[in-house]
Nanobody
Framework: QVQLAESGGGLVQAGGSLRLSCAAS??????MGWFRQAPGKEREFVAA????????YYPDSVKGRFTISRNNPNDTLYLQMDSLKPEDTAVYYC?????????????WGKGTLVTVSS
């Protein structure tokens, strides 16, 4: 079992930046990722990184604006979000993945709210 705790959400103006963090309760060598869920919408994939860090994956909606990274010695996952848009408003969830291609989730965090004002 792995507990995940997200932090770093908040209110930001369009065009601004935020960095989300996700602290894991123990070391995991699994791929990890970020997902988000906007009000009235399904949860969607945002970013993923393999266990060693060099391989990352993004959907077109955030590619070039978001950067995922991990600090394995500190058991922490990050999501740097730049050039934020109002449509990025959502609850952002950290996850441990079983498989980075299928993005099957083993563990979820409780989420952190990001609100982007226009």
């Amino acid at each position: 079992q792995v507990q995940l705790a997200e932090s770093g959400g908040g209110l930001v103006q369009a065009g601004g930046s935020l960095r989300l963090s996700c602290a894991a309760s123990r070391r995991t060598l699994s791929p990890m990722g970020w997902f988000r869920q906007a009000p009235g919408k399904e949860r969607e994939f945002v970013a993923a990184v393999d266990w060693s860090g060099p391989n990352t994956y993004y959907p077109d909606s955030v590619k070039g604006r978001f950067t995922i990274s991990r600090n394995n010695p500190n058991d922490t996952l990050y999501l740097q979000m730049d050039s934020l848009k109002p449509e990025d408003t959502a609850v952002y969830y950290c996850a441990v993945l079983r498989n980075i291609v299928t993005r099957t989730v083993l563990y979820w965090g409780k989420g952190t709210l990001v609100t982007v004002s226009s």
